[in-house]
C-alpha cells in the first residue's frame, strides 16, 4: 500500500484563528485525497474529497468556507480550519488508495484542540 | 440512509480464544467491505477487503466472512494475543476511487 505522512499530529490553537493541516502521500501520486474526522468513541465521518488541480467534493453539512482543502500537487492536499471554534475540536485523518480493491492507507491523524 | 452497526460494546477474551467481531448493514448493496484496526490516537490500519461475491477470507489469524443475504460480516482473530487489543473498524465501499462509509468500531480487549 501507499505511504501517508500526515502533519502535525497535535495541534492546539486559540479560537478565532487558523490551522493548516497537511497529508503528503510519500510514494505513490495521489489524484484523489480523503479527509475525515473522528469524534471520540464515533466512527470516521468523511468531510471532503481533495483532487488534484481542482476543487475539492465536500460532504453534505461541511462548510466549504470554513474547512478549506488544496490538493496543488499529486502528493500534498492540506487541509485548513478557518476561524476555529472549540467544536471544531476533533481527530482529523487523511487516505489515500491505490487502487479500486486495495485498502485506504491512512495518515495518523492530527488531534486539534481548540481553547 | 445507509447505517452500518457495529457492536458499541467491549469485547474482553482470554489470551488464546477466538473474538467474533460483528458488522451489519441496511439500505446499501456494497462492492466490497473492508475491515481496519484502529489503535488510540492513531489512523485506522488496513487489515482484510473481501467483495460481494466472496464468502471468505482469510490472513494468518484473520478471518472475515461475508453473507449479502443477512447484509452481515463476521471478522474472527483466532489465537488471540493481547497485542490485538484495539478498535476495529468495518467499512464499506461501493467500488471504485470512491468514498468509504465506516462503522463506529468495536473495541476489542484481550486479556492474558
Known amino acids: 500500500g501507499a505511504v501517508v505522512s500526515q502533519h502535525p499530529s497535535w495541534v492546539i490553537c486559540k479560537s478565532g484563528t487558523s490551522v493548516k493541516i497537511e497529508c503528503r502521500s510519500l510514494?505513490?501520486?495521489?489524484?484523489?485525497m480523503f479527509w475525515y474526522r473522528q469524534f471520540p468513541k464515533q466512527s470516521l465521518m468523511l468531510m471532503a474529497t481533495?483532487?488534484?488541480?481542482?476543487?475539492?467534493?465536500?460532504e453534505q453539512g461541511v462548510e466549504k468556507d470554513k474547512f478549506l482543502i488544496n490538493h496543488a500537487s499529486l502528493t500534498l492536499s492540506t487541509l485548513t480550519v478557518t476561524s476555529a471554534h472549540p467544536e471544531d475540536s476533533s481527530f482529523y485523518i487523511c487516505?489515500?488508495?491505490?487502487?479500486?480493491?486495495?485498502?485506504?492507507?491512512f495518515g495518523s491523524g492530527t488531534r486539534l484542540t481548540v481553547v | 440512509s445507509q447505517k452500518i452497526e457495529q457492536n458499541s460494546e467491549a469485547l474482553n477474551i482470554q489470551e488464546g480464544k477466538t473474538a467474533t467481531l460483528t458488522c451489519n448493514y441496511t439500505?446499501?448493496?456494497?462492492?466490497?467491505l473492508q475491515w481496519y484496526r484502529q489503535d488510540p490516537g492513531r489512523g485506522p490500519v488496513f487489515l482484510l477487503l473481501?467483495?460481494?461475491?466472496?464468502k471468505e477470507k482469510r490472513k494468518e489469524r484473520l478471518k472475515v466472512t461475508f453473507d449479502t443475504t443477512l447484509k452481515q460480516s463476521l471478522f474472527h482473530i483466532t489465537a488471540s494475543q493481547p497485542a490485538d487489543s484495539a478498535t476495529y473498524l468495518c467499512?464499506?465501499?461501493?467500488?471504485?476511487?470512491?468514498?468509504?462509509?465506516f462503522g463506529a468500531g468495536t473495541r476489542l480487549a484481550v486479556h492474558p
Open positions: 473481501i467483495r460481494e461475491n466472496e
Open positions: 467499512a464499506l465501499g461501493p467500488g471504485g476511487y470512491n468514498k468509504l462509509i
Open positions: 510514494d505513490f501520486q495521489a489524484t484523489t
Open positions: 487516505s489515500v488508495t491505490i487502487g479500486q480493491w486495495d485498502g485506504y492507507t
Open positions: 439500505n446499501y448493496s456494497p462492492a466490497y
Open positions: 481533495s483532487n488534484e488541480g481542482s476543487k475539492a467534493t465536500y
